[in-house]
C-alpha cells in the first residue's frame, strides 16, 4: 500500500489550521467560531497521525489522535451548550453583539 507522502499531509494540515484560523477571525457567527475551532483541531490530529508512520513505536500519535477527538467532542458540546444559553438570553449569536453589560 502506498503512503502519502509526509510533506503532503503537513500542507494540507497548514491549509486545514489557516482556515480554521480564518474562521475564528473573520466570522462573528457562535457557530462558524466553534467550526473553526474544529478545524484547528483536525489540523493537529492529521499531523499527529502524519508523524505517527515515521515513529518505531507505532501508534503513539494515533492514541494521542484518539485523545484529541473525545477532547474536541466534549468541547463542542459544552460549547454548544454556551451558545444555546447566549442565544436564550441574548436572542443572537453574533460575537459581537454579545456583550454582557446588556444584560
Known sequence: ????????????????????VLAIVIKKHAVAVLMGIELI???????????????????????FALFVIVIAAAEAAIALAIVIKVY????????????????
Not at 7 to 15: F, G, I, T, W
Not at 41 to 63: C, E, K, M, R
Open 88 to 103: 436564550q438570553y441574548f436572542n443572537t449569536v453574533n460575537v459581537n453583539e454579545v456583550d454582557a453589560s446588556q444584560g
Open 41 to 63: 483541531f483536525n489540523a493537529a490530529n492529521l499531523n499527529l497521525i502524519a508523524f505517527s508512520q515515521h515513529d518505531p513505536h507505532l501508534l503513539q500519535g494515533q492514541v
Open 1 to 20: 500500500m502506498a503512503s502519502v507522502p509526509l510533506e503532503h499531509l503537513l500542507l494540507l494540515s497548514a491549509v486545514l489550521f489557516s482556515i480554521g
